[in-house]
């Protein structure tokens, strides 16, 4: 089984240090400030039950510039070439009006979306169920998956989570 998946979120939710985590390599550029990532980054992991190719794409964002308005045509464009979506976000921060707006453009896409709750380390349990219940209400979600990208937690289990949907 293999297939592409891209990594959406709005900036600093942690896709580069998800990345980075799963591929296990400095690929994906890692910085505070938002849009640092301004290419489409393939990595490849391999697995005993199968292979997928990822997509760290720029985020997607409401556009406030030319760059951004392009950024978020590249993002798009990847979201329809992909066989699966990763949406992170960060469940410290809660939903926000960045995560409501890639929702809203979530609507157009047939590809299963899994909600990927990062920074676990960071919150009580009743804080993560609350924002499950909150991201479950405006979206059907393939599958929902609590990980801590730093630390490393239930990567592995979302990896194979998502080579089932390939
Ligand atoms: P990106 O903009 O979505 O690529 O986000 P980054 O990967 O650059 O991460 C933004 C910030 O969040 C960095 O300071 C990361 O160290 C931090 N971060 C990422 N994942 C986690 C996590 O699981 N737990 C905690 N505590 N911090 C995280
Ligand atoms: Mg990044």
């Known amino acids: 089984k293999s297939g592409f998946v891209a990594i959406i979120g ?21 910085s505070d ?23 760290d794409t720029p985020g997607i964002h409401k556009p406030t510039s030319k760059l951004g ?15 699966a979506v990763m949406f992170l976000v960060d469940v410290a ?3 926000g009006g960045g995560d409501r707006y890639i929702i809203e453009q979530l609507k157009h896409v047939t590809t299963p979306v ?7 380390d960071l919150v009580q349990p009743e804080k993560l169920f609350e ?11 393939a599958e929902v998956v609590p990980v801590s990208a730093l630390k490393g937690n239930n990567v592995t289990t979302l990896l194979e989570q998502i080579i089932r949907y390939l």
């Open 10 to 30: 709005r900036p600093n939710v942690g896709k580069s240090t998800l990345m980075n985590q799963i591929i296990g390599q400095k690929i994906a550029i890692m």
């Open 33 to 55: 400030k938002p849009q640092t990532t301004r290419n489409k980054i393939h990595g490849v992991y391999t697995s005993g039950s199968g292979q997928i190719v990822f997509l």
């Open 69 to 83: 308005d392009y950024m978020s045509k590249v993002a798009h464009g990847t979201l329809g070439e992909v066989d």
């Open 93 to 95: 921060d809660g939903i």
């Open 114 to 120: 899994f909600l990927v709750l990062n920074k676990i």
């Open 131 to 141: 924002v499950i219940v909150q991201y479950k209400d405006l979206y059907s979600f």
